[in-house]
């Protein structure tokens, strides 16, 4: 499955490629081009039960390994790693093209969705997902991405959706710069408010941008006008209930899960929960500043409340599934190390022991799971059973 989504999505990008036009092939366009390359394609309407495919798509795809493509339609490019597929792409000004194309996911809640994978030069740091939340009289946005650029972008695409709405407060979910380092955009244009984790402020100095991820990964056109910037009502370990425009909000705090300090937020009357890095779908996290016992315990409180639409900090799935694959990682991962911890595995031999092969398929496993494993190791070393038990 995951090869020929794979393909597909390859050969889309090819064709918006061969196109050389600024926009997505129309669906004429794609079926035309269709007709041209296809060989077995059947379409495939995406279900809940379907984990590869973002909700509500109607997707073409290839089922048989010949070389011979298949398209996927464009709706598609509303969701997946646009800025992949449009690489070369540039704006009437001369910035990468992020081709931004919100999706409403409940009544008054649109999230932008980005590519399964690390930052690179090619999405130019558009790889999280983040969401705009329309109350009475402005925005609410839960995290901004990547850069000055991206944001500006985002707030345009959203200005087209619902006109002149000020961005009047930003919520953010943790301290890793995918989810926030483009936040400057909008201070400077509607002095938002900033609510966040104090790590923020205390791990990053406004004028050192260049130690960033970002900075040392993107082009450095891309991330142009990017600054640090200041929370201005900073959280540490605690949470808050809000009630913005007449939306009702709960900053959930969650402890050390995914990175130091997670928040989730939760929109009870919507049935919405915005989830962030402690939920990923379509690709492996990286529990690098995480820990298993936080994660798990994170994903029981996700578990615990009542949600209709879970959007996730990376992945497009956000029906009633969406936080399956990260509850059964976790579950294998420490199920297994501690099993291999009591057959006296050592550290140096976990990560050929303990491979969580269910997991293969999906993106940045090579690239981050094995250090899962090694790091979970040492922490579940020290693993006691009662600490679960509270
Ligand atoms: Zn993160
Ligand atoms: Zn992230």
Redesign the pocket.
């Known amino acids: 499955m995951k090869k020929e989504i794979i393909s597909s999505l390859f050969v889309l990008s090819m064709l918006s490629v061969g196109l050389g036009a600024a926009n997505a092939p129309t669906p004429e366009e794609l079926k035309a081009m269709h007709t041209i390359t296809h060989s077995h394609v059947h379409t495939h309407v995406y279900n809940s039960h379907d984990h590869e495919h973002p909700p509500g798509l109607v997707i073409e795809e290839v089922n048989s390994s010949n070389s011979n493509k298949s398209v996927a339609s464009t709706s598609v490019q509303k969701i997946i790693p646009v800025a992949k597929f449009n690489a070369e792409k540039t704006t009437a000004s001369g910035d990468h093209d992020y081709k931004i194309a919100p999706k409403k996911v409940a009544d008054g809640v649109w999230c932008m969705f980005g590519a399964l994978e690390k930052p690179t030069k090619e999405n130019a740091g558009f790889m ?1 997902n983040s969401c705009y939340i329309q109350t009475k009289d402005s925005w609410v946005l839960w995290d901004t991405g990547a850069t000055f650029k991206f944001a500006k972008q985002a707030y345009e695409a959203m200005n087209k959706i619902v006109p002149n709405l000020p961005v009047k407060t930003v919520i953010f ?2 301290e ?1 710069d ?2 926030w380092l483009g936040a400057n955009y909008y201070k400077e244009r509607f002095n938002s408010k900033f609510i966040g984790s104090h790590l923020i402020n205390e791990r990053y100095k406004p004028g050192r941008e260049a130690e960033t991820r970002m900075f040392k990964v993107l082009k450095p056109h891309d991330v142009d006008k990017t600054k640090i910037i200041r929370i201005d009502q900073a959280y540490n370990h605690k949470g808050a209930k809000f009630n913005f425009g007449g939306v009702e909000m709960e900053y959930i705090p969650l402890g050390q899960a ?2 130091e300090d997670d928040y989730m937020l939760y929109m009870p009357k919507k049935k919405v929960l915005l989830a ?2 402690v939920v990923m779908n379509g690709r492996i996290t ?1 529990n690098r ?1 995480g820990l298993v016992s936080g994660q798990i315990k994170a994903l029981k409180k996700v578990k615990s409340l009542k949600w209709d639409v879970l959007v996730p ?1 990376h992945g497009y799935i956000t029906d009633k599934t969406a936080a399956d694959e990260s509850i059964l990682y976790f579950k294998l991962l420490k199920e297994r190390i501690l099993k291999a911890i009591d057959d006296g595995v050592d550290a140096a031999d976990i990560t050929s022991v303990v491979t969580l092969p269910e997991f293969k398929d999906k993106a940045m496993y090579d690239i981050l799971n094995s250090g899962n494993v090694y790091r979970s190791y040492g922490e579940l070393e020290m693993y006691d059973e009662d600490e679960d038990e509270e």
């Open positions: 999280s979910s943790h890793h995918d989810h995914h990175s962030a890095d990286s500043d900090g």
